[in-house]
């Protein structure tokens, strides 16, 4: 087994371990550190595939960025725990179930093609200049533009859904309607008073003092 190998294996037993450590974790913070773990460990397998955009990528928006966004909504949001851990384990046969046959399905497509030993042969080493920006490029925005468009057009359904679903109207919450700050009229809100002028009384003589 060469060092490259020993690598892969070790990065593989890390991330299995950290996705497992994602949907098992009590704790919602503990499970988000987790998930950082399981990208970071994936961006190294990307490194080791020599897709080295990807894994920065991969660092940089999603541990960089998306998860530090998970990590202060998860600590910020008040969850009860207790009623969250309700039923947890009623659903461990189904999704034994369902994951046993996703392993299934994957062992019989990749059986044929990857777990023989000329296909567990390196990468080829890539040529002078090659790029793997301008290769990701080409297969996202030429060959692939249509699917991508899809799923950006789906992305942005999802935004949409999650914000009309999460928002909620406060009887508590103070907002000023623009349409009615436009229709005012000056005698609603100014009222000209007209009142008798009044002259100051003028002040009492001092008497004598002895």
Do not use: C
Not at 62 to 72: E, K, P
Not at 83 to 89: F, K, L, P, S, V
Not at 108 to 118: D, N, S
């Amino acid at each position: 087994m060469s060092i490259a190998d020993a690598v892969f294996y070790g990065f593989a037993a890390i991330l299995l371990f950290a996705g497992l450590r994602v949907i098992t974790a009590r704790n919602p913070v503990h499970a988000a550190l987790y998930l950082v773990l399981a990208f970071v460990t994936a961006a190294g397998l990307w490194m080791l595939l020599e897709a080295e955009f990807l894994a920065i990528a991969l660092v940089l928006v999603y541990v960089g960025a998306v998860m530090v966004l998970f990590l202060f909504v998860v600590m910020m949001l008040d969850i009860n725990l207790d009623r969250m851990r309700e039923g947890y384990w009623d659903w461990l046969v189904p999704a034994l179930v369902v994951a046993g046959i996703m392993v299934v399905e994957m062992a019989v497509i990749l059986a044929g093609r990857y777990f023989r030993v000329e296909g567990l042969a390196p990468p080829a080493p890539k040529p002078d200049g090659f790029s793997n920006t301008d290769a990701l490029g080409r297969l996202l925005y030429v060959d692939y533009v249509y699917p991508f468009e899809l799923a950006s057009v789906l992305l942005l359904v999802a935004i949409v859904a999650a914000i009309a679903l999460t928002l909620r109207a406060r009887k508590d919450s103070r907002y000023v309607d623009p349409a009615v700050q436009v229709a005012v009229r000056r005698a609603d809100r100014v009222r000209l008073v007209a009142m008798v002028s009044e002259k100051p009384a003028a002040p009492a003589a001092e008497g004598p003092t002895s």
